[in-house]
């Protein structure tokens, strides 16, 4: 029926001002349907479509509607959705945005609304200075200070603490090439990413033999549409000697030396604790510290919340995920017995941690791995894995060798003894798989 | 008001004040035939409001005696020899220690431009004082006042509807140069009310005895010097007074628990149709050592935002919280602490100083050494009122004052066939001998009314049935012009006062133009404390009681603060225009000598809500008719069929009624809301001409009136 209207309004040959008016009568119309049913799609889309369509809308106004219905609703996401709607159209300033979110969150903080909202704003608002983070730290934490509030009035209120992991939450990881493996024969080049790429980007990188840029073709891993990982085959074989590989790709560039008589060359990116964490000042520290004192206490007070322990975890993992490495697992163990229907989430939250701690510290330059007896349930982070001869990840949690194994096309030995895999589908794709160990394990299901 | 009443009714109720009322108007709508007699000529006994000039004349003449200038009543045609006669208590006193003061300055000579006069008498801060203790010959108050209100009362006729609608545009229209230019239009008779008020002024100032007016008038010589201050610090007196009928001061101001009875009642006998509403929207104290008024956090919001309380604290205060809104279920928790004093229990929750303050000063409303269960119930009962109308807000205050309260049942009472007379005294009452049962009424037109219940009030009991007059509430009222404590927008606040040193507990309304207190930018502060003196004759200086709490709230008065016109000490308190202070009295019933079908109401009291009038007038509904329905809704007038007279003309009274406003049985959305008027003009519009016929009321036959 909508559209059916807006047919009507886009082919009417009536006079500019005569479509005008019936723009300006139709948002009369709609305002009135809305009243009837605030949470519409259709009439929502229906007055973006006639507000686009009039030459001279008039924000504030539309402004006000949402205001009033937030009022009557201030969780109705659809109007939420309008406000961005109409603020992206017009000069309404972001600043006033976020002290109407301030009003809202005063009268009732338990509204994921106009919390994710504010977590739309704060970036825009407030833009990080230096690379990698969210939000200014100066406003960072005075957020910080606002949710805490809002999480010891209810702690089991959920948006409080969503909010809160939105703000320890690190932004998105500049992308970085991982590792860089080149080969003289076959003559490949493999580059892994940080972030995942689409086949056209990674059509643009350039591949430098000592300098001179060579021509060939670049083939995914497997078939998805984004991947980590590519495969760089020159159309002329890499020569002989002492040669220098660079590779530059979505922006980042790394180079790799290989000896004369090496066949195979890796380099892999150095890690530190800020691969995975946004990096803290001083400042950030401290009242992360405090913080964490504060939710101690609050989980004395409240022993079975698992917001509160999560939160912990949360805050231990922002300060030092090493040195509270051991406190973290406890704290997930007893989350599982709390919170038993997540106790997967928490468990793969554990070894997700573990793998972590296990990267920041590991030298992947000697390509092997030693995972044995971390509780880990899933193995994550692959993508910095890639590079491995040798992987031991005996003692462990695991239910499945999954397509997640799919990214080794070095691996030689893999051993995961005393485990509960069941499933072995990533297997099939590991090209130079010699020793495969899977002693103690459950039944495997199946092999196709 | 002197017409003949009829022989016969089923009860008769003495003083409007709100039970009787509300028994009055349950009485009626069930189909009893209801007479119902006020002595004074306005509503709602110790529960009115007034405006500003009456309440001023009020507070000069209640320490007279009434004059009784009926006809002397011949008693003994009217009784028979089985009957006996109880005389009604002559001075029917319930307020004592009046008096009112006003801070202001009367308006210098070079504002009006007229003749000239000796300019130190001109530039005097005025402090008008009305008391008896001063035995003044001329009453000041009353000539001043009365000559604007000469001036104005045509004026104000006319051009009454600009005034509404300025105040519907929420213009400022103290500041508008409109009503000055009225006034200059007329000058003959300006310059008349102008030599009066400034006699009238002189007058005062002889007559002044206190060591402040002497301190006054050594400053005058100072500001004789500069008699063309550029901008006055207060609008002057003739400014306020301007708008006096804007004023409702409340004798007994009370707040509504939103779930409380009379709010139930409210809704379920439709009488709210009658009344507007408003919210109180924060709640204010002072911790101990301080000298500032602090927000309370009650609800969810008011904890999330309050900046007063640590993070742990906000914990510890919602479990709490969350504990007593369904206390009965946790027996475990505080059963060891069931005889013992409330405090011991919240210090067994680990709540710290400042959180077992809020709680048993602002959320219990209770003392420290009330037993737990006690202090249990009453932090439950304001956990149960919280968030009913808007989500952190567990009271409601009626717009135009709470003598807007027994006027709407009254209204109801007389919409069910009630009658209705005001102005008439009952005399005595008449029993009989043997069964000691009422019999009836005679008033002071000697005429005789049977009926088969009397209520009155307790102002009205005979002399033989009281046992003891004590003062039972002090008052103070004051204007002032800010807010306590300012805030973006315009608050209501309740505020309490804990007891410190000497000083009792102080408990706070302050409410403003929003609730149609006052006129814009003045604000209604109301103080009640119960008086410390158990000497009933001693003689109080009310103002020496509410001392500290001034000293708190306020900078000063005004008249104070022109004079130290410099100090910049304390801009952000606000300074007081007008003051007034009384004591509420109560007396005992001595229930043996009190025949068994006279029913008598308490006096408002000292408690904040309204759930012991209401108790009380079901409980003496329940005992005249034991088997009737309390106050059923009230059918809307539309409903009703056009075949009764009594129905038609309220109908016709009702017809603007905006349909708004109309109640949704059971939800209580009835409230209007802050939002719903700034929307809305036809509400407020409304409400202003309800408020109109309110004001007419209190002098001329009411709306109700149908005798």
Redesign the interface.
């Known amino acids: 029926m909508w559209n059916y209207r807006k047919k009507c309004f886009a082919n009417s040959e009536k006079p500019k001002s005569e479509i005008e008016a019936m723009l300006n009568s139709e948002l009369t119309f709609i305002e009135s349907c809305l009243r009837n049913n605030p949470k519409s799609y259709g009439c929502w889309h229906q007055r973006c479509f006639v507000l686009l369509k009039l030459k001279t809308p008039d924000w504030k106004r539309e402004l006000q509607l949402c205001n009033l219905f937030l009022?009557f609703d201030d969780r109705n996401f659809h109007c939420w959705d309008y406000r961005r709607f109409v603020c992206s159209h017009s000069n309404h300033p972001l600043k006033d945005e976020i002290d109407y979110t301030n009003k809202l969150i005063?009268?009732?903080?338990s509204n994921y609304s106009s919390w994710h909202y504010r977590s739309k704003l704060l970036p825009e608002v407030y833009p990080d200075s230096s690379v990698g983070n969210k939000i200014a730290e100066r406003k960072l934490l005075e957020e910080l200070e606002l949710v805490?509030?809002?999480f010891?009035?209810?702690?089991n209120d959920q948006s409080a603490w969503f909010y809160h992991k939105w703000l320890l939450g690190r932004g998105h990881p500049m992308q970085s090439i991982l590792s860089l493996h080149v080969s003289r024969f076959p003559s490949t080049l493999t580059c892994t990413l940080r972030k995942p790429i689409k086949e056209e980007d990674c059509q643009q990188a350039l591949v430098r033999v000592n300098g001179t840029v060579i021509s060939g073709k670049w083939k995914p891993h497997s078939s998805a549409c984004y991947m980590n990982t590519w495969t760089f085959t020159p159309h002329e074989k890499i020569g002989t000697g002492l040669i220098s590989v660079s590779c530059q790709v979505d922006g980042v560039e790394t180079q790799i030396t290989m000896e004369i008589d090496d066949n195979e060359a890796l380099c892999c990116a150095k890690n530190t604790i800020e691969t995975f964490c946004e990096s803290s000042s001083d400042a950030k520290l401290l009242v992360l510290e405090e913080e964490l004192n504060?939710c101690r206490?609050?989980n004395e007070?409240?022993p079975d919340n698992k917001w509160v322990v999560l939160t912990l975890v949360f805050l231990m993992k922002a300060i030092d995920p090493i040195r509270f490495f051991s406190e973290m697992k406890e704290l997930l163990k007893s989350l599982c017995i709390i919170d038993s229907k997540r106790s997967c989430y928490y468990q793969d939250l554990h070894s997700k941690y573990a793998v972590e701690n296990w990267i920041i510290c590991a030298d992947l330059q000697s390509r092997k791995a030693d995972l044995r007896n971390k509780g880990i349930t899933r193995l994550c982070h692959v993508e910095f894995l890639v590079g491995l001869t040798h992987l031991d990840l005996s003692h462990n949690k695991l239910k499945a060798l999954g397509s997640t194994f799919l990214v080794f096309p070095w691996l030689q030995e893999l051993k995961a003894d005393d485990n509960e895999i069941t499933e072995i589908d990533g297997l099939k794709a590991l090209p130079s798989l010699i020793t495969l160990s899977l002693n103690s394990n459950g039944t495997i299901l199946e092999l196709r | 008001m002197d017409e003949v009443l009829p022989e016969e009714f089923d009860v008769i109720l003495i003083g409007t004040g709100l039970p009787e009322s509300v028994l009055s108007g349950a009485l009626s709508r069930i189909g009893k035939n209801v007479l119902h007699v006020d002595s004074n000529e306005y509503y709602g006994g110790s529960w009115a409001s007034f405006n500003i000039k009456t309440f001023d004349k009020l507070m000069s003449e209640t320490q007279m005696h009434q004059e009784d200038n009926s006809n002397p009543v011949n008693l003994e045609a009217l009784i028979s020899e089985d009957e006996e006669f109880l005389l009604m208590s002559a001075s029917q006193q319930n307020l004592s220690n009046c008096q009112s003061y006003c801070y202001l300055s009367k308006q210098p000579d070079w504002v009006v431009a007229t003749n000239v006069v000796e300019p130190n008498v001109v530039a005097e801060p005025d402090e008008v004082e009305i008391s008896d203790d001063k035995d003044s010959p001329v009453d000041v108050a009353t000539t001043a006042p009365t000559m604007v209100q000469k001036h104005s009362d045509t004026e104000d006729l006319s051009c009454r509807d600009v005034d509404f609608e300025e105040r519907n545009n929420s213009d400022n229209d103290n500041e508008k140069p409109g009503v000055s230019d009225k006034q200059s239009g007329d000058p003959a008779k300006e310059k008349s009310t102008d030599n009066d008020s400034r006699n009238g002024q002189v007058d005062a100032f002889n007559n002044a005895t206190s060591e402040e007016k002497l301190e006054n008038a050594s400053d005058q010589s100072s500001q004789a010097d500069l008699p063309h201050k550029e901008t006055p610090l207060f609008p002057f007196y003739e400014k306020f007074y301007e708008n006096w009928r804007r004023f409702n001061l409340d004798l007994s101001p009370k707040v509504m628990f939103s779930r409380g009875q009379l709010v139930e009642l409210l809704i379920q006998s439709n009488v709210c149709r009658y009344l507007e509403f408003r919210n109180v929207t924060r709640t204010l104290t002072v911790l101990s050592g301080e000298n500032r008024l602090q927000p309370v956090p009650c609800s969810r919001a008011d904890v999330f935002k309050s900046k007063f309380v640590t993070v742990v604290e906000k914990r510890i205060l919602m479990r709490f919280l969350t504990l007593c809104a369904n206390f009965e279920q946790h027996p475990q928790e505080y059963e060891a602490y069931k005889d013992r004093p409330f405090q011991d229990f919240l210090q067994s929750k680990h709540l710290s100083t400042k959180v077992q303050h809020f709680i048993i000063h602002s959320i219990a409303m209770v003392s420290e050494q009330t037993s737990t269960m006690e202090g249990l119930h009453a932090t439950q009962k304001f956990l149960k009122s919280l968030g009913r109308y808007g989500s952190s807000h567990a009271f409601l205050c009626p717009m135009y004052g709470v003598g807007e309260l027994p006027q709407a049942f009254s209204r109801l009472s007389a919409v069910f066939g009630g009658t209705f007379c005001l102005r008439r005294r009952v005399i005595g009452i008449v029993a009989d001998k043997t069964s000691r049962a009422v019999k009836g009424v005679i008033d002071s037109t000697g005429q005789k009314i049977k009926c088969q219940h009397l209520v009155l009030d307790e102002s009205h009991l005979p002399d033989i049935c009281r046992s003891g007059f004590k003062r039972e509430v002090s008052r103070a009222i004051y204007v002032t012009d800010k807010s306590v404590s300012p805030s973006e927008t315009e608050e209501v606040s309740l505020i309490t006062l804990p007891p410190v040193g000497n000083f009792p507990l102080y408990r706070v309304i302050e409410a403003g133009p929003l609730c149609c207190l006052s006129p814009n930018n003045y604000y209604v502060v109301h103080a009640l404390t119960k008086p410390s003196c158990v000497d009933e004759n001693a003689i109080v200086d009310l103002k020496e009681t509410f001392h500290s709490a001034e000293k708190t709230m306020f900078a000063g008065t005004a008249a104070e603060l022109e004079i130290a016109n410099n100090n910049e000490s304390d801009k952000q308190k606000p300074a007081v225009l007008w003051a007034a202070y009384f004591n509420m009295m109560s007396c005992g019933v001595n229930n043996d000598s009190l025949p068994g079908n006279v029913y008598v109401m308490s006096s408002p009291g000292f408690e904040l809500g309204f759930d012991k009038a209401m108790n009380e007038a079901r409980r003496t509904f329940e005992i005249i008719c034991p088997d009737e329905e309390f106050l059923p809704r009230a059918p809307e007038p539309e409903e009703i069929v056009f075949d009764d007279e009594g129905y038609k003309s309220e109908n016709n009274g009702n017809s603007r009624e905006n349909p708004n406003e109309q109640p949704e049985a059971g939800n209580g959305d009835y409230m209007e809301t802050e939002e719903d008027l700034q929307e809305e003009e036809e509400p407020d519009v409304q409400g202003l001409i309800d408020q109109e016929q309110g004001v007419g009321d209190h002098v001329s036959d009411g709306n109700g009136d149908n005798a």
């Open positions: 009022q005063e009268s009732n903080f805490q509030n809002a010891f009035t209810d702690p504060s206490e609050l007070l409240e």
